[in-house]
């Protein structure tokens, strides 16, 4: 685990180039040295489920502490856009559907900012800030909606959202806040919020990436599938086919995650808007449902020209 988490760490800073050179296989940023208005997009979707107890602590660490290490050009501009996206949190005053939501929108990391994020991620509950379930197809089709400035599916209607005038209090379903949530306040005060409003109805995308390139990393605890319910697979699928994405399943071997469409999504995602999508496995599991969750993360990779990292 360890070795997973250097990876992440190194991965997250978007490693100056002595950095990328000492992480196998990272080649996501080698010689990058982009003008402030040509700079990558990197959304961090991070696996909030129960799956996440075991490695929080050491995990939201390298995290952090990653964050707080991202260059800066010699004016003190930034030189990568990072937002982080999580499973949706379900009960009132939330809504109940499963899937993604924008906690922390993709902006520009000066030193500032990169600040706010970092406390942001220090100061995550493993308990307050755990969703109830993941659907890892349903949440990828959010990344394209906030991406592409979509309407958003499972993505509005949630406390912790990045939406204009957010604040959380006591009053908003969860009493008594948490340090995380201050946190998320002073994010919530910065311009370029994901959502207008509680219930916003179209997402503001990201600025452009220009040639620099939109990059998803996808921090995995453990299984998170699509249900067979009406809101799960047969959703995700259907949200890909209306977005003209090719629907065909890919094979995996094993099969244990075959209808989870989220590499199909990764497909869809590379294919129509060049997004890369690089998948960590913390911890992956060699019994049960473990093999084919670590297929479905490969293929995810595989088919997005991105890398898994074991």
């Known amino acids: 685990m360890r070795k997973n988490l250097f990876k992440l760490c190194v991965s997250l800073a978007l490693a100056l180039p ?19 208005t040509d700079i990558p997009n990197v959304l961090f979707v991070v ?3 129960a799956n996440w107890n075991s490695p929080f602590t050491a995990e939201m660490g390298a995290l952090a502490s990653a964050f707080s290490a991202l260059p800066v050009d010699a004016s003190g501009a ?3 856009r990072v937002g982080v996206m999580m499973f949706s949190q379900t009960g009132s005053p939330n809504a ?3 899937g993604g939501y924008v ?53 509005t209607s949630r406390v912790r959202a990045d939406y204009t005038g957010n604040s959380i209090s006591s009053g908003t379903g969860k009493n008594p806040i ?7 306040n002073a994010i919530y005060a910065l311009p370029g919020n994901a959502l207008s409003t509680f219930a ?13 390139g939109t990059f998803v990393i996808y921090i995995s605890n453990g299984p998170a599938q699509d249900s067979n319910g009406a809101n799960g697979s047969p959703l995700a699928n259907s949200l890909l086919q209306a977005a003209g994405g090719d629907t065909t399943p890919i094979v995996l071997n094993p099969s244990g995650s075959q209808d989870t469409v989220a590499d199909e999504w990764s497909r869809f995602l590379y294919k129509n808007m060049g997004v890369r999508v690089f998948t960590l496995d913390v911890l992956p599991g060699t019994t049960g449902q473990g093999p084919g969750w670590s297929a479905l993360l490969q293929s995810m990779a595989n088919v997005s020209n991105g890398t898994y990292f074991p």
Request: hydrophobic share 35%; net charge negative; proline share 3%.
């Open 18 to 36: 002595m950095a990328v050179t000492q992480a196998e296989d990272i080649d996501l940023f080698t010689g990058n040295n982009p003008s402030s």
């Open 47 to 49: 696996d909030n489920t």
């Open 78 to 80: 930034a030189k990568f």
């Open 96 to 98: 109940n559907s499963q």
């Open 103 to 155: 906690r922390a929108a993709i902006r520009s990391m000066d030193k500032a900012t990169q600040a706010k994020y970092g406390a942001l991620i220090s100061n995550l509950n493993s308990n307050n800030d755990k969703a109830q379930g993941g659907e890892a197809g349903v949440t990828m089709a959010e990344v394209y909606r906030y991406l592409s400035g979509g309407a958003p599916v499972t993505g």
């Open 178 to 184: 948490t340090a995380g949530d201050t946190a998320s």
């Open 200 to 212: 916003g109805t179209q997402y503001t995308a990201p600025a452009s990436s220009g040639c620099a």
